[in-house]
């Protein structure tokens, strides 16, 4: 089993806790290594970038501050996604295109949540949400609201549409959530490319082709 390589930045004390707290659980440095950074807030977001940029992480884990918008930072955002176990909501940036945005969550969904055939809609329908995908809505405040109801204040936020991975808890019962989302995610993404690199060799002969090749002359 792959080790994940993590690089945690934490915002004050708080989240500094939370980290002590999540590693007392030993199966956690079993799935991955942490490097944790002594800068802050954006300072540490830089840090650990770079760290990441020079292939000594595999991702990134941003605690926000207490009482911060708990997304990530927008110098590591793309297309914003909050996740928790089946229930996946993404948010459209106002200033780029919609079809384009809903093309790279439908991606994300095939390379990074091993889902076929994606089921996207445009609302949060709190019945029946087992039934697709992932939502995809221009409304961050009322989505937000929607899902944090929904999970209990549960949940990771995560950006997508880059090659990044950069995850974020909403709580600190989410924070192992946050790593083991991660995990998932690259695990998925090394086998969706490799399974495009390396295509299977076609395993079946067109039956009328076939059929033609045999009644043709020596």
Not at 114 to 119: E, F, G, S, V, W
Not at 182 to 187: N, P, R, T, V
Request: one cysteine or more; proline letters at 4%; a negative charge.
């Amino acid at each position: 089993m792959k080790i994940l390589k993590i690089g945690i930045v934490h915002s004050d004390q708080k989240g500094q806790d939370t980290i002590a707290n999540a590693f007392e659980d030993i199966l956690l440095d079993e799935i991955c290594t942490k490097t944790l950074y002594e800068k802050q807030g954006e300072e540490g977001i830089d840090e650990a970038l770079n760290d990441w940029e020079e292939g000594n992480t595999d991702a990134i884990l941003f605690i926000p501050a207490e009482g911060e918008e708990r997304l990530n930072p927008a110098s590591l955002r793309g297309l914003d996604m909050i996740v928790w176990e089946d229930l996946r909501m993404a948010f459209t940036n106002e200033d780029e295109n919609f079809e384009e945005q809903e093309k790279t969550l439908h991606i994300a969904l095939q390379r990074e949540f091993d889902i076929d055939n994606p089921r996207i809609v445009p609302h949060l329908d709190a019945e029946n949400y087992k039934t697709y995908d992932a939502v995809l809505t221009n409304d961050r405040e009322q989505g937000l609201k929607e899902f944090l109801e929904l999970t209990h204040g549960n949940g990771v936020a995560y950006t997508t549409g880059r090659e990044l991975i950069c995850t974020s808890p909403f709580s600190a019962d989410s924070f192992r959530d946050s790593i083991y989302l991660a995990k998932d995610i690259l695990k998925n993404r090394e086998r969706y490319d490799e399974a495009r690199e390396n295509p299977l060799p076609k395993l079946f002969i067109d039956k009328k082709e076939d059929i033609k090749k045999r009644h043709e002359p020596n």
